[in-house]
């Protein structure tokens, strides 16, 4: 297994042109404009891809993104009578197809236009941050430099420092906005939950210290509660390098990501599903998520006994378990996207 792998981000509304992988793989995250499409794998080789190869690869990777997109124009069809494999060429004039369609959708506007969007967005809701964090100053420092480059200003953002330290404290202070908070209790259960007490936003979404939020990543989850139902949304989290054998093997084995199509969990999944066991391990991650605050307090909360710190992981899923069985709809949202930097051994 090679151990080091390049992380590429692709917009393809500007195009993309053949390239080796050389001696390192290749992590390649198809963009147009700022949404995310698909990701592709490319092993170590110092053969050049062709053109026509490359279109294929990129056609399979984004598929699943552009039939969810374009749904209703024909798109669908038209791809599915036609043999990406055929005559140089043709890949690409299927790529530049859907791409035309895309630049065509209204729904869409507003979500490639980024931050000059944001103004004209339905309010829904003040949104308050919580970063948990545990002894990693310079992460953490990395992740508060994303959360002030955000294109929407959140109401606050609250920093919970679970291991309290000068270094942490110090961090925190060179940050306008950020308020720091001390929580001794270990387990970043009890670090959420005692972020969520010390704030005061109508929707609170939560990043950990070792992630980096793209710039639209608020705006996109605060869109999902335009919709009375949504009790909370996730987003897509990318990995931020792939530089050891841990890192590969966990984006590989592990990885957080949870695809590039919109989904949404309801009550009605819960009861299809609840005798086999409900799939909330779909819905995402708490490293990057938000919920409405008065359905967190009605929840109680994370369960402190779950979570890093406490008895491992998995303390998310049983929140968004027990927010399924109340009737409450979850959302995936895969253009609210975070990068997290898996650790290295």
């Known amino acids: 297994m090679n151990k080091q792998w390049d992380i590429v981000h692709l917009d393809l509304a500007e195009g993309i042109t053949p390239f080796a992988a050389a001696d390192r793989g290749v992590f390649a995250v198809f963009w147009w ?28 990777a984004i598929t699943p993104a552009l039939d969810a997109y374009l749904a209703g124009t024909g798109f669908v069809a038209s791809r599915r009578q036609r043999r990406p494999s055929g005559p140089e060429g043709d890949p690409w004039r299927l790529l530049r197809v859907a791409l035309s369609l895309l630049d065509s959708r209204e729904d869409l506007l507003d979500l490639r236009q980024g931050a000059a969007a944001v103004s004209s967005a339905p309010a829904s ?17 990395a992740c508060l ?31 306008s906005g950020a308020r720091y908070v001390v929580e001794e209790r270990p387990g970043s259960s009890a670090a959420r939950n005692t972020g ?15 992630e980096a939020v793209h710039p639209d990543w608020l705006s996109r989850l605060r ?7 949504i009790a ?16 590969l093997i966990f ?6 990501a949870r695809g590039y199509v919109a989904r949404t969990f ?23 998520m938000a919920i409405r605050r008065h359905v967190f307090e009605q929840l109680g909360g994370f369960d402190e006994r779950l979570g890093a710190g406490r008895a491992g992981g998995c303390e998310e899923l049983e929140l968004f378990y027990r927010a399924l069985a109340g009737g409450w709809s979850c959302r995936y949202e895969p253009r609210a996207v975070t990068e997290h930097q898996h650790r290295r051994d």
């Open 33 to 60: 404009r700022e949404i995310p499409l698909g990701h592709l794998k490319l092993e170590p080789s110092r053969r050049l891809m062709t053109s026509s190869e490359l279109a294929v690869a990129t056609l399979q």
């Open 125 to 141: 809701g003040s949104v308050s941050v919580v970063v948990p964090t545990c002894d990693r100053p310079d992460r953490l420092a």
């Open 145 to 175: 430099r994303s959360l002030a480059a955000l294109h929407e200003t959140p109401l606050e953002i609250v920093v919970v420092d679970n291991a309290p330290s000068n270094a942490t404290r110090q961090v925190v202070e060179a940050f």
């Open 196 to 210: 969520v007490h010390h704030s005061r936003g109508e929707i609170v979404a939560f990043v950990d210290d070792d």
């Open 223 to 229: 869109r999902c509660f335009r919709h009375p139902e």
């Open 232 to 247: 909370l949304a996730t987003g897509l989290v990318l990995p931020s390098e792939l530089e050891t054998e841990a890192q």
């Open 251 to 256: 984006e590989q084995r592990y990885s957080f």
């Open 266 to 288: 309801d009550a009605e999944l819960y009861r299809r599903t609840r005798n086999r066991g409900v799939p909330v391990w779909e819905i995402g991650g708490s490293g990057n």
